[in-house]
């Protein structure tokens, strides 16, 4: 960050409306807070200083929810009820790859209390004959009760034909596997997600690579005077929200209502539109309280369509919730990865070249890759990586919590440590010479000093069979925004304000973020705001995934805020006699800023309103500075969200239990709304990456492809005695790229941890754990201590 | 879960008048006989609701102990030992006084079963009758040998949380952490029947191997109920430990655990020995080698390390549990050792 910035001209700025120059704060606090200038939109609000000088946002403000939530007050989804409300079942397929030759749904539908039946595979539809993995949609029923619609899924008949399937990701890599698709059923997509290239190879179940890079990749590493080369994996993790997925379907004639659990209120209504051939205007999605989403809940999915059309078959609502299995089994996963990643350098450290070669499996769909990791946190100018999708008969993967990044991070990650080994160069010290980010190098400088990396020792150096070890790793992410994302703020005649938009909060303080904002802005308290969110009905709200909600929605929610302010201000300088512009908002009151005794409470003046309330609705404008890239509704901001986390643990060579002792997570969003939700988001996402690194592990009986441990018992989430002492430190770290200049943190702060835990095993026994997750089973393995033969699953 | 019946039975015999069958009988006999009434015997419900839910189990009536006067009570026995109701919970029992103070080794198995909400409704009697935890036995798509099927789907599959003594033809773990302690503190069990017949024999002789029987873990009889469990008073010198390792620090299965009675004499030679391994076999598992290399011996670090190796001997680890060797190696070793520091 410099002091001086030119002014940037805003690329939508309408040519007919005079932009204007604005000066902003920008740099890290307590590093070096200087500033910047910006062209800013007319109609975008004054710069909004540091949060030392504001008296809401910034601020630990207690979740407006908590209270009701842990009361029990808080209305879910699943709490939905109807009068004539019926409940749905999915039949599954029980085999990992069948063609369906006959179902006979009569004896189901014939009972009195189903009232719809759809039959998903269909014999004669070749798109829908073939099913790919034990748990797929085989029909749905729709009954008066939960148990009648059980009893209804045991009496449709299937005539299943099982075909040759493989469960295991290598392999399905070997000449002559068992093919999973064929040529109807293939995916399209990119193995990180990205819009596809047309033309990906397919061999077998093998599809990819998918090719990126720059400079030539032989030649960095005939640069080289220093290879490192190691093979790393990772396990699948499944989502595991505490609230499952669940949707309320209301199909009436005059339009569709849809109370779901969802990330994204705005895109499911869209999906629907589209698959019921609906006007928008028709379609209404409804979400109150939500427990969690991590990826899984960003779009309709195919049970959401079978609720929808179970309600429109039936002329009632239905209600579907999804039990633990079906949750394991058939709601999206993070994917498995097996990398090869190569490193080379020079001797001072300077990367010539980095490869790395993925083979990652979404079960039957794609979207197994390694995201940007590798490619664009260090400064290498050759780079190259391939990435392939493998299909195996297993439940769809989706993105999950840093997507890619997240197992690209396991892998990469370590290399670097490997390599600083190499080089005889301390970890971070060979960090701060090939990250080229400002942000970063702040972040491990704190993270070092709060971690104790000083009194880091040599592996093994502990007496005992308990060795102690620190590692570190960092994180990458994209600053997302997404455009469609608007806000309206209303003041009625008592004085009292509400902020509606279409926006969800699944658990991440949305609702108390969105009070905050207006509350600064009124010069109110944030209890004072009425949040009303999650509604279609209320002004289109971005997706709640991508680390972006936030970003995308808090300066819309502020700018809106400002222009009812404006307007109050208008008609309180007419009765103060002052003009507008001398009036600023403070404890509930409009005062005159030179002559704070001179004023008029919020309400004295909407009392004086013409009509009952007056309201601003505001979009979200681009970036000040504009955005790095664009695309359609999305967009990335100039900068990258980082974050640095250090683990320390203890690691006990006979039992090969690995306890976290503690994390220092170091992480950065622009500006901080909320330190104390922000906190929480953290500790979410290093008690997330922790339980990956230990303990998470969706496992395949390879005989028949069925997942063994789909439920919360066997399918090893990490507890409250596995939790280590987490230190959180947030950076304010200003840009002047919005009116509130607030970015993500979700994600980020997910991604470093299984690479910091695994840096610190290996810190404190030597011995590298190149694998997900780290069991006593794989540690004992790893130290050479379990019998000959014997595999780590 | 099916719709059943739920009778509070007023005494044993009329419980073990009303229980038609055993839930292991019930688990078999559910495909030859469907159509029989089956009404099954519920301590605290944890296990028998979980088989219910899994769709293993479908009753028609459970058959409520929790009215049954005399069942929830701990009694010290004339001998000095204790008389522990089999409906006794387990938080209960491990917070009891004289368990802390006598048996200190059940104490800490007990407290470190399942999560405090489940140790304070599961009962000791449910405990030790639990059946096995193996995903193949627990998921009602795997019709395995236990179940009356023709396969034991973990030997060849995912074998990792499995037997690696005695693991033919069916490679289950005995579930139960308390099992373990009571075996090697001799414990005895009470069982009554319909009518009012005292059966009693040594826990350690009720369990069912394999070898004998795969589809039950124990020899309860149809209308008979357990009612009571013996521990005998604490020889003199008499020193114990128990350890457990799970994955997770709390809320999780043991992978491996050990229990731990050593008595030694004046000369501080070991003259008793018994060394149980949890999580190891489908029966509490007896290490009689380990045992056999402490006895005449001073029981000192180097000692203990010999009869951790020799702990492991006739092992017959599946491919995914070898880990196992090693961590038995260690918690043996460390209970051992555990077990004499307790009373110097």
């Known amino acids: 960050m410099t002091d001086e910035v030119t002014p940037e001209v805003a690329p939508d700025v309408a040519p007919d409306v005079a932009p204007r120059v604005e000066t902003f704060a920008a740099g890290i606090v307590g590093v070096k807070l200087g500033t910047v200038a910006r062209q800013i939109a007319p109609d975008e609000p004054p710069p909004l200083p540091p949060n030392d000088q504001l008296s809401v946002i910034g601020q630990p403000v207690p979740r407006v929810d908590g209270r009701a939530k842990v009361t029990g007050a808080m209305r879910f989804t699943v709490d939905v009820a109807m009068p004539g409300m019926l409940h749905a079942r999915i039949l599954r397929s029980p085999l990992p790859h069948a063609r369906v030759r006959r179902v006979d749904s009569s004896a189901a539908a014939r009972l009195p209390w189903v009232r719809a039946v759809i039959v998903v595979a269909r014999p004669d539809d070749p798109a829908h004959a073939v099913l790919r993995y034990v748990g797929a949609p085989v029909a749905a029923v729709a009954a008066v009760s939960p148990g009648a619609a059980e009893e209804a899924l045991r009496l449709i008949h299937v005539d299943y034909a099982p075909q040759p399937f493989i469960a295991d990701m290598d392999a399905a890599r070997a000449p002559g596997a068992p093919s999973v698709h064929d040529a109807i059923s293939l995916p399209a997509g990119h193995p990180s997600g990205w819009p596809a290239p047309q033309d990906l190879p397919v061999a077998g179940n093998v599809r990819g690579p998918a090719i990126s890079g720059r400079g030539d990749i032989a030649t960095g590493f005939a640069q080289a005077e220093v290879i490192v080369e190691g093979e790393y994996r990772t396990e699948v993790q499944t989502h595991c929200c505490l609230e499952p997925h669940a949707i309320v379907a209301d199909w009436r004639a005059d339009g569709l209502t849809v109370h779901m659990s969802t990330q994204f209120t705005a895109g499911v209504r869209a999906e629907l539109a589209e698959a019921f051939n609906l006007p928008l205007s028709r379609v209404r999605v409804v979400v109150g309280g939500m427990g969690g989403g991590f990826g899984s809940k960003s779009s309709l999915g195919t049970y959401g369509y079978l609720a929808v059309a179970l309600s429109r078959a039936a002329g009632l609502p239905v209600r579907l919730v999804l039990d633990r299995e079906e949750e394991q089994t058939d709601a999206g996963n993070r994917p498995a990865t097996w990398q090869t990643v190569r490193i080379g350098a020079r001797r001072d450290g300077t990367l010539t070249a980095l490869s790395v070669v993925s083979y990652g499996t979404a079960g039957v769909a794609v979207g197994a890759g390694i995201g940007n990791f590798a490619e664009q946190t260090y400064v290498c100018p050759n780079f190259r990586a391939m990435q392939h999708d493998v299909f195996i008969n297993a439940g769809p993967g989706c993105a999950m919590r840093g997507p890619g990044n997240t197992p690209g991070a396991f892998a990469l990650e370590q290399a670097i440590d490997d390599l600083a080994e190499r080089l005889a160069l301390d970890p971070i010290a060979l960090r701060d010479r090939i990250d080229a980010s400002p942000v970063r190098r702040e972040e491990r400088r704190i993270g070092a000093a709060r971690i104790g990396w000083g009194q880091r020792h040599a592996p093994g150096a502990d007496p005992g069979p308990v060795k102690r070890g620190i590692g570190m790793a960092q994180s990458l992410w994209m600053a997302n925004v997404h455009l469609n994302a608007a806000c309206a703020v209303r003041i009625v005649r008592d004085g009292s304000v509400t902020v509606m938009s279409g926006i969800q909060d699944i658990g991440t303080g949305t609702r108390t973020v969105l009070a905050q904002t207006v509350a600064e802005v009124f010069g109110l308290r944030a209890e004072d705001i009425v949040v009303r969110i999650g509604d279609t009905d209320f002004p289109a709200g971005p997706p709640s995934y991508g680390s972006r909600a936030t970003a995308s929605i808090t300066p819309p929610a502020r700018t809106a805020a400002w222009h009812v302010l404006r307007q109050l201000c208008s008609e309180a300088a007419r009765m103060l006699n002052v003009g507008a512009d001398d009036l600023i908002a403070r404890e509930g009151r409009l005062i005159v800023r030179d002559d704070p005794a001179r004023g008029l409470a919020l309400a004295e003046v909407a009392a004086r309103l013409r009509t009952e309330g007056i309201g601003a609705v505001a979009a979200r404008s681009d970036d000040y500075g504009g955005f790095r890239r664009r695309m359609g509704d999305a967009a990335l901001a100039q900068q990258d969200l980082g974050g640095v986390q250090f683990a320390a643990v203890a690691v006990d060579t006979e039992t090969g239990i690995v306890r976290v002792e503690r994390v220092v997570a170091v992480q950065d969003c622009g500006r901080p709304i909320n330190p104390l939700l922000l906190e929480s988001q953290v500790q979410g996402g290093v008690l997330m990456g922790l339980s990956y690194a230990l303990f998470e592990n969706r496992i395949l009986d390879q005989a028949t492809g069925r997942m063994v441990n789909p439920n919360l018992e066997q399918y090893k989430l990490a507890g409250a005695a596995d939790s280590p002492e987490i230190d959180v430190v947030i950076l304010e770290n200003y840009q002047g790229q919005s009116a509130t200049d607030a970015y993500g943190i979700a994600e980020p702060a997910n991604i470093a941890t299984a690479p910091a835990i695994a840096n610190a095993v290996y810190n404190a026994i030597g011995v590298r754990p190149r694998s997900l997750p780290m069991t006593p089973a794989a540690i004992l393995h790893l130290l050479g201590k379990s019998p000959a033969g014997s595999r780590v699953s | ?344």
Not at chain 2, 45 to 71: C, F, T
Not at chain 2, 177 to 193: G, K, N, P, R
Not at chain 2, 245 to 250: L, T, V, Y
């Open chain 2, 1 to 344: 879960m099916n719709r059943f019946a739920l009778a509070h039975a007023r005494t044993i015999a009329d419980a073990a008048a009303r229980a038609t069958t055993t839930v292991a009988d019930a688990m078999t006999a559910a495909r030859s006989n469907a159509t029989r009434p089956a009404s099954l015997i519920k301590a605290g419900g944890i296990d028998v609701l979980d088989l219910m839910k899994e769709n293993l189990l479908a009753p028609d009536m459970l058959v409520s102990l929790r009215d049954v006067a005399g069942l929830d009570t701990i009694t010290e026995a004339p001998d000095g030992g204790l008389r522990i109701g089999a409906m006794v919970t387990l938080g209960a029992l491990a917070a009891h006084d004289m368990v802390r103070r006598r048996y200190p080794a059940l104490a800490a198995a007990l407290a470190g079963a399942a999560s405090p909400q489940i140790r304070h409704v599961a009962t000791l009697g449910g405990n030790l009758l639990q059946r096995p935890r193996c995903w193949y036995f627990r998921a009602a798509a795997f019709h395995c040998l236990r179940k009356g099927g023709g396969h034991c789907f973990a030997i060849s599959g995912e074998s990792q949380y499995h037997a690696i003594f005695d693991n033919r033809p069916c490679a289950i773990v005995h579930p139960s952490s308390a099992a373990s302690v009571l075996v090697a503190l001799d414990a005895a069990i009470e069982l009554v029947d319909a009518d009012d017949t005292i059966r009693r024999l040594p826990l350690a002789s009720f369990f069912v191997a394999p070898g004998r029987d795969t589809e039950r873990e124990n020899d309860l009889r149809p209308r008979e109920i357990l009612t009571a469990i013996l521990l005998p008073p604490p020889a003199a010198g008499l020193c114990t430990a128990y350890l457990r390792q799970g994955e997770r620090s709390a809320f999780d299965w043991p992978l491996a655990e050990v229990a731990v009675a050593l008595v030694r004499n004046e000369e501080s030679l070991c003259v008793h020995a018994v060394i149980v391994l949890g999580a190891a076999a489908p029966v509490p598992y007896r290490a009689q080698a380990a045992e056999a290399a402490l006895l005449g011996r001073r029981v000192d670090d180097n000692a203990a390390r010999a009869a951790a190796r020799a702990a492991m001997e006739g092992a017959t680890p599946l491919p995914r549990n070898g880990y196992k060797l090693p961590l038995f190696e260690a918690l043996v070793h460390r209970a051992i050792m555990a077990a004499v520091a307790e009373t110097l």
